[in-house]
């Protein structure tokens, strides 16, 4: 599909340090050696448990939320397993602290049944190898994809499986609560066990390939989880993975400044210190991506950590923790293109939420399923061909006033981290912060649209609208942010839309 633009690198001097290209290096290197043993092996630490399925009977369909599409017309297969075995909980053999290197070791065992649904190529020979394993954000009380929402577009057209965990036990009770009869068999001891589930069913994965994925072995194991999964990741990477070795890489998204507990009632509580660093010495990669909410309103800008061999770090401009995508756009986005324009249009009338969900102003309609898409790309290439994701710069913060605040531009967005055209070339305000209330709502950030006469001496054609919009996207493509795929869905929007002159 033509769109319009041609790559090409940002106007002005790109300049490399010797220090970046070192780092380039040594990541590559980590990643070279995660991906070594690959094809994927099972651990040989953690148990197999038994998989049943697929699931059937109850109400007739998964409970999950996520996207509406149709998964059959993208070419795709879904299906649900339960997991049974015995899980094992955690104890501390020193204080956690925040460098991230927790020793701990197993504690006390109990038994659970859980289930997985799994997403697939119908035709087997459009897997690229690289299986998602989802932790599910059960903020909402129930079982919640938010990052498959987020990045199917992605995950679909590159052929990747996905796997939605069920780990904890908020989201097994409200599946139970939901359709009795269908999941009558689950049972969840409590969330001190959910580190090994989560690790069992990376396991199941390997061990029960031909039942899960259809005779498809799986490359590589990449583990994800979003806000309240991306700080129970958290805990995991720096406690599990080194014992459990069972993931080959990490996409954190949008982690909070600590980690969850390690252990909870009714099991000892083992709180993690308020600033949680990732371990460095971990072997496999790790991507964190954060927004503008998760700096200032989560803590995480107290956690932040350069950039090292196996740690990369991006910050997204114009974002917060949770947006119009996810709520309205992204769970009918079917990849077709016509979600770009509705996004784009939605930052010159923002809605307040959707069904249900009310905010007292705006909410963020930014670019963040984007970068998303370019996270999950470069996740996978990191671990499966060595090669490390972009080296992104951080949000510009400044910490001369009475608390850190952002640095911003003459539109009011904020300088620095991961550019997308959305404020590069901005028809609206988008930030992380601003939206009153201790609800949900104050995650949603706000989105202030631009006046007709601002619009109008900012691109007084259309065309120049456009061209602008197009070479800021050829800038974010180039800079490993965004993918071409998305990139034609972008400038495709701009220029169908009826902004400029």
């Known amino acids: 599909m033509k769109c319009g633009w041609t790559r090409r690198a940002p106007r002005g001097l790109i300049v490399v340090t010797a220090t970046a290209l070192l780092l380039l290096g040594a990541a590559s290197t980590v990643a070279a050696q995660a991906s070594a043993s690959a094809p994927a092996s099972a651990s040989p630490v953690v148990a197999s448990p038994t998989v049943t399925g697929p699931v059937t009977g109850g109400n007739g369909a998964t409970v999950l939320r996520g996207t509406t599409i149709d998964l059959a017309s993208v070419g795709y297969t879904q299906s649900e397993f339960f997991l049974s075995g015995n899980a094992t909980s955690y104890a501390p053999t020193a204080a956690l602290g925040s460098d991230g290197r927790w020793q701990v070791a197993p504690a006390s065992a109990a038994p659970y049944t859980t289930r997985i649904v799994v997403y697939r190529p119908a035709n087997p020979a459009r897997f690229n190898g690289s299986v998602i394993v989802e932790w599910l954000n059960v903020t909402g009380g129930s079982d919640v994809a938010v990052d498959w929402t987020y990045t199917h577009n992605e995950l679909i057209r590159d052929g990747f499986a996905w796997v939605g965990v069920s780990a904890q036990a908020v989201g097994v009770a409200a599946n139970k609560t939901t359709d009795p009869v269908r999941y009558a068999a689950l049972s969840h001891p409590g969330d001190s066990y959910s580190y090994d589930i989560f690790s069992q069913a990376g396991q199941a994965i390997l061990d029960s390939a031909p039942t899960i994925l259809g005779q498809r072995r799986p490359r590589a194991m990449l583990a994800e989880g979003e806000s309240q999964s991306a700080s129970r990741l958290t805990a995991y990477v720096n406690a599990i993975q080194p014992l459990a070795h069972v993931y080959n890489g990490f996409l954190l998204h949008s982690r909070a400044g600590g980690s969850a507990a390690l252990s909870q009632a009714p099991q000892p509580d083992v709180q993690a210190p308020q600033v949680v660093h990732l371990r460095p010495d971990l072997g496999v990669p790790v991507l964190t991506v954060q927004t503008e909410t998760d700096l200032m309103l989560l803590g995480y800008l107290a956690a932040r950590q ?58 963020n309609t930014g670019p963040m399923h984007y970068v998303m898409d370019g996270a999950q790309y470069a996740l996978n290439r990191w671990v499966t061909a060595g090669v490390a994701p972009a080296v992104a710069p951080r949000l510009q913060v400044t910490t001369s006033g009475s608390a850190p605040a952002f640095v911003l531009d003459a539109n009011g967005n904020v300088k620095g981290g991961v550019r997308t055209p959305a404020v590069d070339v901005p ?48 800038s974010a493509v180039f800079a490993g942010f965004i993918r071409p795929a998305d990139a034609a869905e972008l400038v495709t929007a701009a220029a169908r839309s009826s902004i400029g002159g």
């Open 306 to 363: 350069p950039d090292s061999p196996g740690i990369r770090l991006w910050e997204m401009a114009g974002t917060s923790h949770g947006d119009n995508y996810t709520l309205t756009v992204g769970p009918g986005d079917n990849g077709s293109g016509a979600a770009g324009l509705q996004q784009l249009n939605s930052m010159l009338n923002p809605p307040t939420g959707t069904t249900g969900f009310t905010c007292d102003t705006p909410i």
């Open 427 to 474: 028809v609206a305000t988008l930030s992380g912060l601003g939206q009153p209330g201790a609800s949900f709502c104050r995650l949603f950030g706000t989105t202030v649209p631009f006046d007709a006469v601002k619009l109008e001496a900012l691109y007084p054609t259309h065309v120049h609208f456009v061209e602008r919009w197009a070479a800021a996207t050829g």
